[in-house]
Antibody
Framework: QVQLQQSGPGLVQPSQTLSLTCAIS??????????WNWIRQSPSRGLEWLGR?????????DYAVSVKSRITINPDTTNNQFSLHLNFVTPEDTAVYYC???????WGRGTLVTVSS | DIVMTQSPDSLAVSLGERATINCKSS????????????LVWIQQKPGQAPKVLIY???TRESGVPDRFSGSGSGTDFTLTISSLQAEDVAVYYC?????????FGLGTKLEI
């Protein structure tokens, strides 16, 4: 059974970098059949897909245009996990962030990240 | 971007009755390469993370009760709960994974 364990701070100061990690058990970040996504949810934006990474003989990433200039998603094959880094955050980036395996899940438990000084 | 439009916004159904939720995409999510609809239905119970109920528009995830069913193709999809149980109170979302960016409907709040 695949499980995703999220970690990272719940409070980030404006203009700083939001960093979250998603540890995978029961699957491999290097799997050549699935993709690993970050999605966030807020009352103002609803559910918003941020980006994904996946391996198909080499690594690929896709990002949402809305965050493309600020986002990085990295796989970590050593620790079988993947990470999200979102730079120059503002209060509008306050949301619950989820890591999600492919389209069929599972979803991580979510991390509420508040951007505030 | 593909816009996903759900209806209704909210729905109240009696226990044991049928609930039907609709989802319409602004363009087809049927892939010609695999002849599958790239659409999932997601359930989010209060205070919990979302959970995928149905993928490929009509395939139930393992462990999902068979009272949940998905149908439709192309741009029009339906989630049906055949006999509503108390534990089905949740917000239900459709999501397309046909093209980047993957997009979601705004959700349908299902109440008893």
């Amino acid at each position: 059974q695949v499980q995703l364990q999220q970690s990272g701070p719940g409070l980030v100061q404006p203009s700083q970098t939001l960093s979250l990690t998603c540890a995978i058990s029961g699957d491999s970040v290097s799997s050549n059949t699935v993709a690993w996504n970050w999605i966030r949810q807020s009352p103002s934006r609803g559910l918003e897909w941020l980006g994904r990474t996946y391996y198909r003989s080499k690594w690929y990433v896709d990002y949402a245009v809305s965050v493309k200039s600020r986002i990085t998603i990295n796989p970590d094959t050593t620790n079988n996990q993947f990470s999200l880094h979102l730079n120059f955050v503002t209060p509008e980036d306050t949301a619950v962030y989820y890591c999600v395996r492919d389209s069929s899940g599972p979803w991580g438990r979510g991390t509420l990240v508040t951007v505030s000084s | 971007d593909i816009v996903m439009t759900q209806s209704p916004d909210s729905l109240a159904v009696s226990l044991g009755e049928r609930a039907t939720i609709n989802c319409k995409s602004s363009q087809s999510v049927l892939s010609s390469s695999n002849n599958k609809n790239h659409l999932v239905w997601i359930q989010q119970k209060p205070g919990q993370a979302p959970k995928v109920l149905i993928y490929w528009a009509s395939t139930r995830e393992s462990g999902v009760p068979d009272r949940f069913s998905g149908s439709g193709s192309g741009t029009d999809f339906t989630l049906t709960i055949s006999s509503l149980q108390a534990e089905d109170v949740a917000v239900y979302y459709c999501q397309q994974f046909y093209s980047i960016p993957f997009t979601f409907g705004l959700g349908t709040k299902l109440e008893i």
